[in-house]
């Protein structure tokens, strides 16, 4: 006969199996967690922002202007509406004299295809497509921003530095129909990729931000650097290659160079694209213009967007030599190099290097170090002062000033 524990006959007993651990969350919804902890500093860049765009709408409609015409519509965004509507082969000559023809080649083809996409989809027309996809860009962008700056340095730091970029004077740009916000989106995850070693994530963002703007050409050459200096700091430690940086460093720059080739087929000839920027009256003089300006500004007298462009313009070289000085990763100092080059070694339209500036957000970190251990007091200080400063300049470049943007 057999026995059982606790009388109980014809059955053995079986120990019980121990409890599963819970599932991981699948790694495709990582994104969840990290939009939490990101949710403080989108708030503040949402309340920012918003607060700057209803004091252009309010100056808008008391100068008689209507203020999604202002946002959506203002300098290069009425070129950006034009192709995303009729596509490109529009030329304009300037008055005579000036010896400037505007060629719509000029504008890459990412955000004005947004456009056309958004707006065949939703009945909402080409200028509420613009800024629907260049609010979305900003949000992004914010967040890109925060990733970056919390994984170099904590989240207080991540949460100062979108502060400090969401109150930059020109930050009005990142809510008009421009493309500073979707390359800054762009760029700015590509960087954080490159730092976390998810390579062809990094060249993929590269590539679509070098679709976006000329200097989106500074994101590629990060990633590019990022991942050379990975695969040579492996090789140096007898490690196997990966191939994923490899893919990297072929398709970050595809994007740029893609189009670029693209308007040399166009034009006829390979220098198509710088061709045309040139006509515009913008080319590459290593700097003769800036230090031109600068001069100017000493021995004479000018506007107000003027100066702060100047001061601007020294600022972010400054700001770089601390980012060197604070060791900086070299992704981010490439980036941010390239941008300044990009911005300052130009003769084009002076007081438009602070828009050329603003996806240049690694600039902003050493100020956002400094930010994040201030006492609150002094924070809240200093940031109600910039927000002042930020929404009345943004304001009057937009509604008052005829400077270019």
Not at 177 to 196: D, K, N, P, V
Request: hydrophobic share 55%.
């Amino acid at each position: 006969m057999d026995e059982s524990p606790q009388g109980v006959t014809g059955t053995a007993t079986r120990p019980l199996a121990p409890p599963l651990p819970p599932a991981a969350p699948p790694r495709v919804w990582w994104w969840r967690a990290e939009l939490r902890r990101a949710a403080p500093a989108l708030a503040l860049f949402a309340a920012v922002r918003l607060t700057g765009v209803a004091m252009v709408a309010i100056w808008s409609v008391h100068l008689g202007r209507h203020p999604r015409n202002v946002l959506g519509l203002e300098w290069d965004g009425g070129w950006y509406w034009h192709i995303a509507r009729y596509g490109y082969g529009t030329i304009v000559q300037s008055a005579p004299g000036t010896g400037r023809v505007y060629n719509d080649l000029a504008f890459f083809p990412l955000f004005p295809g947004l456009i056309h996409a958004l707006s065949t989809v939703l009945p909402i027309g080409p200028v509420n497509a613009a800024l629907v996809i260049a609010w979305v860009g900003a949000a992004v962008a914010a967040w890109g921003v925060y990733a970056v700056g919390e994984v170099l340095h904590g989240r207080r730091v991540g949460i100062a530095l979108v502060a400090l970029w969401a109150l930059l004077p020109h930050a009005v740009v990142l809510t008009m129909a421009y493309t500073e916000s979707l390359m800054t989106a762009f760029a700015a995850w590509a960087l954080y990729a490159a730092l976390t070693n998810r390579w062809l994530t990094a060249g993929t963002l590269a590539a679509l931000a070098g679709l976006c703007r000329p200097n989106g050409i500074a994101a590629a050459a990060a990633v590019v650097v990022a991942a050379a200096a990975y695969l040579w700091q492996r090789r140096r430690d007898g490690e196997p290659t990966v191939p994923r940086a490899w893919g990297a460093v072929l398709l970050a720059p595809a994007g740029w160079l893609g189009y670029v080739a693209w308007v040399g087929l166009r034009t006829h000839s390979p220098t198509g694209y710088f061709q045309v920027q040139s006509r515009w009256g913008s080319r590459f003089d290593f700097g003769h213009y800036t230090v031109f300006m600068l001069k100017h500004l000493v021995t004479g007298h000018d506007t107000l967007v003027v100066y702060l462009t100047a001061a601007i313009a020294l600022g972010s070289v400054l700001l770089f030599l601390l980012g060197v000085l604070d060791r900086q990763p070299l992704a981010l100092l490439v980036y941010s190099a390239l941008l300044i080059t990009m911005a300052l070694g130009g003769a084009h339209y002076f007081t438009s290097r602070p828009r050329l500036l603003l996806p240049a957000f690694p600039l902003l970190i050493p100020l956002a170090l400094a930010l994040a251990r201030a006492r609150l007091r002094t924070v809240a200080v200093l940031l109600a002062g910039l927000a002042g400063f930020s929404f009345f300049y943004g304001t009057y470049l937009l509604t008052v000033s005829r400077h270019s943007l």
